[in-house]
C-alpha cells in the first residue's frame, strides 16, 4: 500500500491537541487521570482549593519545568531545541484549559458515557504521544524526557516510556496521600493504573499503525534547528 505524506509539523499541531482533548475527556470520565498527568492534576487540585487562579493547564507547564530541569541534570547536558519544548508545554497548557472549559460544559455523564469518554481520552492521548515522536519539533516535557532518555539508555522507547508512566503513577499516589490524607486517591484509580500499565503499548502500536500508512516529511526547512548535531550527522 502506498504511503501518503503526513508532514511533520502538523503532526505536532494535532498531537498537542489531542493530547489535550484526550486528557480533558479523561477528566470529565473521573476514573482516574493518566499516569503522565496525573501528578499535575494532583497539584492542581490541592492549589486550585487554595487559590482560585490556579489551572489543571497552568501546573502542567509548572510541573514540565521542572521536569526539564531534571531531564538536564540526568543527561548532563542543555540544548537550545528543550527550551522550545516548554513553549509547547504553555501551548498544550492553554489548548488544555480550553478543552477542561468545553468538557465541563455537560452534566455529568451516567457510567456508561463515562466509560466511553475514558476509552476515548485514552485513545487520544496515546495518539497525540505518538505523533509528537514524529515530529522534529521538541514535544512536552513529559513526551522529550522519554524520547531523550530511551536514546540516552538506549532502551526501546515504548518500554522507557512504560516505566517512565509507572513512576509517574506512584509520584500521583503520594502526592494524594499527602495532600488528602492517606487512603484517598484523588485523581489516581484504577484507570490510571490501567494506563500505566498499557500505555505505552498502545502508544507503540499505533506508531506502527501510523508508519505503515504515513511517510513524516517536513514541510519547513526548519529540522536543523532543533536536531542534535548527532542526529545530523546520522
Known amino acids: 500500500m502506498k504511503q501518503k505524506t503526513f508532514y511533520t509539523e ?26 503522565v498527568v496525573a501528578p499535575a492534576y494532583v497539584l492542581y487540585l ?3 482549593s487554595l487559590w482560585d487562579f ?11 519545568a521542572v ?3 531534571l531531564m538536564v541534570l540526568m543527561l548532563r547536558r542543555f540544548r537550545l531545541c528543550y527550551l522550545f519544548s516548554f513553549v509547547t508545554a504553555v501551548i498544550y497548557g492553554f489548548i488544555l484549559d480550553g478543552c477542561m472549559l468545553l468538557a465541563g460544559l455537560p452534566s455529568a455523564p451516567g457510567t456508561v458515557l463515562r466509560i466511553a469518554l475514558f476509552l476515548f ?7 497525540g504521544v505518538a505523533l509528537m515522536f514524529r515530529t522534529y519539533l521538541a514535544p512536552e516535557a513529559y513526551e522529550l524526557f522519554v524520547k ?26 503520594l502526592l494524594s496521600f499527602l495532600f488528602f490524607g492517606f487512603g484517598v486517591f484523588e485523581g489516581v484509580r484504577l ?3 490501567l494506563c500505566a500499565l ?10 506502527k499503525v501510523l508508519d505503515s500508512r504515513f511517510a513524516f516529511q517536513d514541510a519547513l526547512p526548519l529540522r536543523p534547528l532543533f536536531e542534535t548535531k548527532e542526529a545530523q550527522a546520522e
Open 191 to 193: 484507570g490510571t493504573v
Open 10 to 35: 502538523l503532526a505536532y499541531a494535532l498531537g498537542i491537541f489531542f493530547i489535550a482533548f484526550g486528557t480533558a475527556l479523561m477528566e470529565k470520565a473521573d476514573f482516574g487521570m493518566s499516569m
Open 198 to 207: 498499557f500505555n505505552g503499548r498502545l502508544i507503540g502500536l499505533i506508531g
Open 46 to 48: 490541592k492549589l486550585s
Open 54 to 64: 490556579v489551572t489543571f493547564g497552568m501546573m502542567e507547564y509548572t510541573l514540565q
Open 67 to 69: 521536569i526539564l530541569l
Open 121 to 127: 481520552g485514552a485513545v487520544f492521548c496515546s495518539l
Open 148 to 173: 531523550e532518555g530511551a536514546g540516552y539508555f538506549r532502551v526501546e522507547i515504548s518500554r522507557f516510556k512504560t516505566g517512565y508512566d509507572c513512576v509517574s503513577c506512584l509520584l500521583a499516589i
